[in-house]
Structure formats: structure tokens, C-alpha cells
Nanobody, 121 residues
Framework: QVQLVESGGGLVKAGGSLRLSCAASGTIFSINAMGWYRQAPGKQRELVAT???????NYAESVKGRFTISRDGAKNTVYLQMNSLEPEDTAVYYC???????????????WGQGTQVTVSS
């Protein structure tokens, strides 16, 4: 069994910062790409940022220059540092990872349970 557990969401005023964490646990052989997605009320889930096992990053245009994704391979954890937050960033943020479990020879996509980020104006 593999699980992704997120933490770090909350309520913050516009211009403030939050740091999200997502730890993968279970019978993990290797982790490929990890990332963050978000879903605002009434909208589709959208990509926020991704990071490969080699450290290559990709960001949505709306968060470039404000958000930074990073990962700690030893801890199987991915982080999202969010600065200069705007009310438009309000959403449920979901962690995503492509993981090869020990009993498998292929990658499986996993999702966390989501963490709420609310930015007040």
C-alpha cells in the first residue's frame, strides 16, 4: 500500500506565505515525478507545479515567480513554498506522485487527500 499525506494548508491574508508538504509512505521502490494540483470551487483541477526525480521543474504560468516546488528524495517528500499569495490561489491543493511499488514493475499514479488553502483579501 502506498499513501500520500499532505499538510500545511490553512488561512492566510493576501501577500502572505504558506508551505505545503506531502510525504509518500508504504511499500515504495521508486518515485518518478511528484507534483501539486489545485481545484477551486466550480472549476476543474489544474496543474500548479511538478518536479521530476532529476529535479526538473514545471510551473503553471499563474504561479511562476511566486511558488517554488522542491523534493527530498531521502524522505519521499515534496514541498510547495507559496509566497505572495492572492485570493485567486484559494483552492484545495492535491499532491500527486507516480510511484513504483515494490511488488510492481510499472508506475502507478497516486493522489493525496487534499489540503485547503484559503487566501483572504
Amino acid at each position: 500500500q502506498v499513501q500520500l499525506v499532505e499538510s500545511g494548508g490553512g488561512l492566510v491574508k493576501a501577500g502572505g506565505s504558506l508551505r505545503l508538504s506531502c510525504a509518500a509512505s508504504g511499500t515504495i521502490f521508486s518515485i518518478n515525478a511528484m507534483g501539486w494540483y489545485r481545484q477551486a470551487p466550480g472549476k476543474q483541477r489544474e496543474l500548479v507545479a511538478t518536479i521530476t526525480s532529476g529535479g526538473n521543474t514545471n510551473y503553471a504560468e499563474s504561479v511562476k515567480g511566486r511558488f517554488t516546488i522542491s523534493r527530498d528524495g531521502a524522505k519521499n517528500t515534496v514541498y510547495l513554498q507559496m509566497n505572495s499569495l492572492e485570493p485567486e490561489d484559494t483552492a484545495v491543493y492535491y499532491c500527486n506522485a507516480r510511484i513504483q511499488a515494490r511488488i510492481q514493475t510499472y508506475l502507478t499514479e497516486y493522489w493525496g487527500q487534499g489540503t485547503q488553502v484559503t487566501v483572504s483579501s
